[in-house]
């Protein structure tokens, strides 16, 4: 059987993001920066149809797209779904992490009025769900479910998915065998492209963050 080309994009950019405010599964609108990013996504896989597996020959089955039911990632796959010419669906299973009561807080914040339970975060407990969230291993297992899903139901396909960092960083440790445990040692940048194959019963890891089409001034894009 034919493998899965799966094109993830996290969504662009929040005032939240700036602010190192977490987010979760609370529903907050791109910034300015982030619609920039997020045409500039449409515009380059657009223009890069062939690179990223989406120029489909006459008799292959067209590329999908799909995204988190979220503002934010509904916002950055507008752009994208009208430069590829394609529909986009949503499905809630692809939403960041539910932080509980971590939701809506800073870092300094969280540093500052809850020092024990932000360390036990910080370090990666996969079982703690942080009062009323979802566990890193439920969470994880979430995601791995609807990517292994998207896989099999697309044989063949390109699919392209907006999601959210969380989601990201878990798709980068199924690619790569990495322990929900062990600290993040790449970046999952805003509206980055990372570009996963998936065979049927493994991911493997082809591109990585990359950014090359928000990196310019407004006048290069």
Not at 189 to 218: C, I, K, M, T, Y
């Amino acid at each position: 059987m034919p493998p899965t080309d799966l094109i993830l994009l996290r969504h662009g950019e929040t005032a939240w993001n700036r602010d190192r405010r977490i987010q979760g599964q609370l529903d907050t609108p791109l910034n300015d920066e982030g619609v920039r990013q997020a045409r500039a996504a449409g515009r380059r896989l657009a223009a890069e149809r062939a690179r990223w597996g989406l120029a489909s020959a006459a008799d292959a089955p067209a590329p999908a797209m799909v995204s988190s039911d979220l503002l934010r990632c509904r916002q950055t796959a507008e752009p994208i779904a009208t430069a590829l010419g394609l529909d986009c669906v949503t499905d809630a299973r692809l939403r960041e992490r539910d932080f509980g009561v971590f939701q809506g807080r800073t870092y300094p914040d969280l540093k500052r009025e809850d020092p024990e339970r932000f360390e036990r975060w910080l370090h990666r407990d996969p079982d703690y769900d942080i009062d009323g969230g979802e566990s890193l291993r439920t969470f994880a297992r979430r995601i791995e479910s609807v990517l292994t899903e998207l896989g099999t139901a697309h044989r063949g396909r390109t699919v392209v998915v907006v999601t959210h960092g969380g989601v990201l960083d878990v798709a980068n440790r199924l690619c790569r065998g990495l322990a929900l445990e062990a600290q993040r040692d790449f970046d999952i940048p805003n509206a980055g492209l990372n570009w996963l194959r998936f065979d049927g019963s493994r991911f493997e890891l082809r591109v990585w963050g990359d950014v090359g089409h928000w990196q310019g001034s407004l006048d290069e894009l």
